[in-house]
């Protein structure tokens, strides 16, 4: 069976018990926690309808379906390119067509990069084609590419140690994967230390715990005052290939080719839709997923289904009638993949009324069954949170755990927003990004489609 998880039921109500800044507006702190924590209760059957209506209802089935017709259509929707303004559109659209309230797009300047024909390939010890793909806003090689020796180094502190050897090689970091927090800063340093000791280009492993050959790209950054090289990533099987043959003493040459372009900045936009509030409609329970994806896949995962399940927990409020007290508001992020761009101008657009925004929270961290509620708050707000997550008993879905983040919410979430973000089954082999709140999950069990959000 496929079901939606849902959202969460008193939805606003609840949101400014947790510890955002607004929650002494209205003297809500005042209330005893059994107070608070009968009130809660008080929502079990409000909770039970969203559940029926997400699991066994009319919208059992409809995030996924929502998305595939997306993904399908549209593809790939890289920063900058008409793809992803495409895209915008179609949602922009689609949530008008819903009947949500405010919808409307937001301006802002993204990057535009564009990846060109590429490849790596072995010249010594034997001829062998490297399976690559050059990293976001890396620069081209030369025409006739670069060729040149390996160096092979497991860490930076290797690099360090090795720096006299790397002059005009190729770096291949075949660092371990640790988890993705640690082991991403080879992907977005990577060049820039490599470069440091006059290497002509790096070669990253990419970033994951498992491989069935196949690259993984995303964002590196240069840094000012430092060369700028060439980057990409390659495959487990031949990071550890070429450590092994580094390690025997043999001499590795390698081959790279890339005809990337970087354009000027580009139009875009952030798209926003809300249920406004019944009594505090200025404060804001923020629910978010990032429209934008890399070029070489379709973004189902990453991020089509954090921007789906996010839409569908106002569509489940919409569809019951219910009209929660706090405005309920969907942003679907453009540019996050390099770096969180629309959600920054997002954020200094919007940071003049931090206080009025209850939680944050973004989901993309995959879209796996969920097993609990990634927060971060108070050890009071996390209290309140366990009984709102107790609400979910009849999916055993209860946990809350620690440590929520997230790359567009962030900004929220340092300048004292609360953050909450799901914890899902397969989350230990992926990214974990978290928000703040109390909000909570989506998602299709059976297909493994959505089911996590992420609040701060």
């Known amino acids: 069976m496929e079901f939606l998880i849902f959202t969460y039921f008193g939805v606003v109500h609840l949101l400014s018990l947790c510890s955002g800044k ?36 009319k919208a059992q089935n409809r995030s996924y379906e929502r998305l595939a017709l997306l993904v399908d259509t549209v593809g790939p929707r890289l920063s900058g390119s008409k793809n992803l303004e495409k895209a915008i559109q179609i949602m922009y659209q689609n949530l008008q067509r819903d009947g949500l309230e405010n919808v409307h797009l937001e301006p802002v300047r993204i990057p535009h990069w564009e990846r060109g024909e590429e490849s790596a390939v072995m010249l010594e010890p034997r001829t062998h084609k490297i399976a690559m793909l050059g990293l976001g806003s890396s620069i081209r090689t030369p025409p006739e590419g670069i060729t040149a020796e390996v160096l092979v180094v497991t860490s930076f502190d290797e690099l360090q140690r090795r720096a006299s050897e790397a002059r005009g090689k190729i770096v291949v970091y075949n660092q371990p994967y640790v988890n993705y927090s640690k ?65 025997r003493g043999i001499k590795i040459v390698i081959q790279l080719k890339m005809v990337e372009k970087t354009y000027p900045d580009a139009d875009s936009f952030n798209t926003v839709a809300e249920i406004t509030g019944s009594k505090y409609p200025e404060q804001v329970v923020l629910v978010s ?34 009209r929660p007290k706090r405005t309920l508001r969907l942003v679907l992020w453009t540019a996050e993949e390099q770096g969180g761009i629309g959600a920054f101008q997002y954020y200094q657009l919007h940071k003049v009324n931090v206080s009025n925004y209850s939680l944050v929270m973004e989901s993309d961290a995959g879209t796996f069954l969920p097993t609990g509620l990634q927060f971060t708050g108070s050890e009071k707000a996390r209290a309140i949170m366990e009984e709102v ?12 755990l620690s440590h929520g983040e ?5 900004f929220w979430i340092q300048a004292g927003v609360p953050d909450t973000g799901e914890e899902t089954s397969n989350q230990a082999k992926m990214k ?3 928000t703040s709140g109390d909000y909570i999950l989506l998602g299709d069990v059976d297909t493994q489609q959505v089911i996590y959000k992420r609040v701060s």
């Open 22 to 57: 607004s929650i002494y507006k209205n003297g809500i702190s005042k209330r005893t926690f059994q107070e608070i924590k009968e009130e809660i209760a008080s929502y079990g059957d409000i909770a039970k309808a969203i559940i029926n209506l997400a699991v066994y209802g």
């Open 183 to 247: 082991t991403v800063q080879y992907r977005t340093q990577g060049a820039v230390e490599a470069a440091k000791v006059g290497a002509l280009a790096s070669l990253i492993r990419s970033v994951a715990s498992f491989s069935i050959y196949s690259p993984h790209t995303g964002i590196q950054e240069y840094q000012d005052g430092v060369p700028k090289i060439p980057t990409a990533c390659i495959t487990v099987e031949d990071a550890e290939m070429m450590s092994r043959m580094a390690a």
């Open 289 to 322: 997923g990032h429209l934008d994806s890399w070029d070489v896949g379709q973004g189902a995962m990453d991020d089509g289904g954090g921007v789906f399940i996010s839409w569908e927990a106002l569509s489940l409020i919409k569809d019951l009638g219910l």
């Open 389 to 400: 997550m107790s609400l979910l008993q009849p999916l055993n879905i209860t946990q809350v």
């Open 406 to 410: 997230g790359t567009d919410i962030n």
């Open 432 to 434: 974990t990004m978290s």
